[in-house]
């Protein structure tokens, strides 16, 4: 076996451990568990709404904005993240740690600016 492949026994070892763990709890739990059958426990799962009345009803659109919100600043984690994992390594190949520094927080601004956008659209006020 080659060198490159022993460096994934490990992490094959972790997916084996987690799939068997995950695997023996399932079983368990249908074996051992209660079946207890409810009319609550029976119905299609809606969100918390008791599925009556027409499935076409429209939602909010806040609640539309909410969730891209959430998409944007969770990707700005994931970028902000790893960058500030590699900085130190970044600005040392690049011989320039401000020049760095400023990119990122040029993308940090440009977010906030944007932040300050949806605020002022009134984006986060649910009483109207």
Not at 43 to 67: I, T
Request: aromatic share 14%; with cysteine.
């Amino acid at each position: 076996m080659s060198n490159d492949l022993q460096n994934y026994i490990p992490l094959l070892m972790s997916f084996g451990l987690a799939s068997l763990i995950a695997t023996t709890l399932l079983i368990t739990s249908r074996l051992l568990g209660p079946r207890i059958q409810t009319r609550e426990k029976l119905m299609p799962y809606e969100c918390g709404n008791d599925p009556v009345g027409n499935a076409r009803d429209r939602f909010s659109v806040k609640f539309y904005l909410v969730c891209l919100l959430f998409i944007l600043f969770d990707i700005e984690a994931i970028i902000l993240i790893p960058w500030a994992v590699v900085y130190r390594a970044l600005a040392e190949e690049l011989g320039n740690k401000l020049f760095v520094y400023a990119e990122m927080m040029i993308f940090v601004a440009t977010l906030f600016v944007g932040y300050i956008y949806v605020w002022k659209k009134g984006v986060f006020d649910w009483s109207k």
